[in-house]
């Protein structure tokens, strides 16, 4: 079937922009007169339902860069790729338990202020900087280069100025209404996506089975025979290579190195990201413990769905295009989600449009409402404007929304940064990865150790960088290809690489021993220590009995695909 939309398609879209606009609108009727106070434009402070916040959590996290990447990495890897979003589960579980206690209780509304609050104005002045840059220089303008290419290949791949320009006026539209606006469209928004992709998957499913059994075989069939056709997609362990590996084996470990991504690498990203990141923990800042916890879980309960709709689509289009079934597929591996889009009948296509257009906008929106977030209340109303009344710290939380967007667009309009040569996932992986170690070390020591100083912090930060530079670029020329610490691999490339998640294992460990050798020749309690008591802690029983049903039903996937 060719790219392009039918008028079907397009009056499926347009219901769907309609449908989220008028509950946008409708919510920010029912808020107008909290119009201006800061807590609710920012926070939407104790009005977000714990749906609200899991839903939320999810349609910010899902955007283009997981459709195409993760769906490309499925193609290349198979189920490996699903541990980020499986143990994704678990780490909410962790930070819902004793993360969000610790924020909670201490009214900590940003992470700059948590470093301000845990260390000093200094470590907090320094991360909101970088966290600014980071996310309108590498979040906003990756999700809106590989958002904009994505739909542009499925609208006929003539108008992606256009629909770059449209996908952030739409995101604008919903973030200018403030956190509850953003939160309660990202209802609307997930459900959007969690739909159009199960169908993506289902007529995925349903192309395979009909091709290797006949018309009308469906999609239980086409599952049944990605697992015969593929058995090495279903495997959770990328085995270590051997001298009998190809350079194809090679890099699947490199990618995912089995085991050993599972002993750090895999923990402090997923860590890092839900819980230490203003991006995600914005949502449940504003609500109460119970209420956040609630909706923390509730995402973790939706994760384990997202393999499904991700990575599913990469494995079928793997199967049928390695039997010469697929030659639509064209730009390798991340062409794979796009060439099974082309499978989809009239009318689902524009499903399919409405469902990318959901994860696009939904985290470009929550992007651009953090980047404002973080410049009101960490730096505007700090050193520019400390008399602020509350009005005009929403005025300035809504003018701060608009400049990074103008500015993502302008340096997304020509890839003025090269996103399209590195490919937005790997963009994101690249310039967030080299900061995780540090930045997690970090935040750790300062919630649970009460000796952790804020030298320690400043060192911390700039030696995980340090240390994740060396690891990754530099130590196999060094220090060798095979040592006690590591073992790098040819990369194809004619160079040697140490796998990823081994180098961020080892930053995070280094940096963990430097930060605490240099806490312990300050006072055995930090002034500015954390208060912490075992009754922050404490579970409802239902919350234990969703917690051990997550844990039970992680545990039987990773039994069956072991």
Not at 98 to 109: D, R, S
Not at 279 to 303: C, P
Not at 352 to 366: H, Q
Not at 524 to 553: G, W
């Amino acid at each position: 079937m060719k790219n392009g939309l039918t008028n079907l398609d397009i009056a499926v879209f347009v219901i769907y922009f309609i449908i989220v606009s008028a509950y946008g609108y409708s919510i920010y009727r029912k808020r107008k007169k909290d119009e201006h106070d800061a807590k609710a434009y920012f926070l939407a402070e104790g009005t977000l339902t714990w749906w609200a916040i899991g839903a939320s959590l999810i349609a910010s996290n899902i955007s283009a860069e997981q459709f195409i990447g993760m769906s490309g990495e499925g193609f290349f890897l198979g189920i490996a790729v699903a541990a980020y979003e499986w143990l994704a589960a678990v780490a909410l579980i962790i930070v819902a338990v004793w993360f969000i206690p610790v924020y909670l209780k201490n009214h900590i509304y940003t992470m700059p202020q948590f470093l301000k609050t845990r260390y000093n104005e200094s470590v907090a002045l320094i991360m909101a900087i970088f966290w600014l840059f980071l996310y309108v220089f590498v979040n906003l303008t990756s999700i809106l280069y590989l958002g904009a290419v994505a739909i542009n290949g499925l609208a006929g791949g003539e108008y992606l100025h256009v629909i770059m320009l449209g996908l952030a006026i739409f995101a604008l539209l919903i973030s200018l209404g403030g956190m509850k606006v953003v939160a309660y469209t990202d209802v609307i928004q997930v459900a959007v996506l969690i739909v159009g992709g199960l169908v993506t998957s289902y007529i995925a499913l349903s192309v395979v089975g009909d091709t290797y059994n006949g018309p009308g075989s469906g999609a239980i069939a086409g599952f049944k025979t990605l697992l015969n056709n593929a058995p090495e997609h279903f495997k959770m362990i990328i085995p270590k290579p051997n001298a009998a590996s190809n350079q194809n084996d090679i890099n699947k470990y490199l990618t995912f190195p089995g085991l050993a991504s599972y002993a750090a690498g895999i923990w402090i990203i997923n860590l890092n990201y839900w819980g230490c990141n203003q991006y995600i923990t914005q949502r449940a800042l504003g609500a109460d413990l119970q209420t956040a916890r609630n909706g923390i879980l509730f995402a973790g309960f939706l994760k384990l769905m997202m393999p499904l709709i991700v990575m599913l689509p990469g494995i079928a289009a793997f199967v049928l295009y390695k039997d010469g079934h697929l030659p639509q597929l064209v730009g390798g591996k991340d062409g794979a989600y796009s060439a099974v889009l082309t499978f989809l009948p009239t009318g689902l296509k524009g499903l399919s449009v409405a469902a990318l257009t959901a994860a696009i906008v939904a985290s470009l929106a929550g992007k651009v409402n953090s980047i404002s977030t973080i410049y009101t209340l960490d730096i505007h109303k700090k050193y520019f404007g400390k008399e602020s009344d509350e009005r005009k710290l929403v005025y300035i939380g809504r003018a701060a929304v608009f400049i990074a967007m103008i500015v993502a667009v302008i340096f997304t309009w020509g890839d003025v940064l090269g996103i399209g040569g590195t490919g937005g996932f790997t963009f994101i992986q690249k310039y967030t990865g080299f900061f995780s170690p540090g930045v997690f070390a970090m935040f750790f020591l300062g919630m649970f150790w009460k000796r952790t100083t804020g030298a320690a912090a400043v060192v911390g930060v700039i030696l995980g960088f340090l240390l994740s530079v060396f690891f990754n670029e530099l130590a196999p020329g060094i220090t060798g290809h095979d040592t006690f610490l590591y073992t790098a691999y040819p990369n194809g490339k004619g160079g040697w690489e140490i796998p990823f998640h081994i180098c961020m294992g080892l930053s995070f460990f280094f940096t963990m021993i430097v930060m605490i050798a240099i806490s312990l020749t300050g006072p055995k309690i930090n002034p500015k220590a954390f208060e912490l008591d075992t009754t922050m802690f404490k579970l409802k029983p239902q919350t234990l009995a969703i917690i051990v049903v997550i844990l039970l039903l992680i545990a039987a996937l990773y039994i069956r695909f072991w």
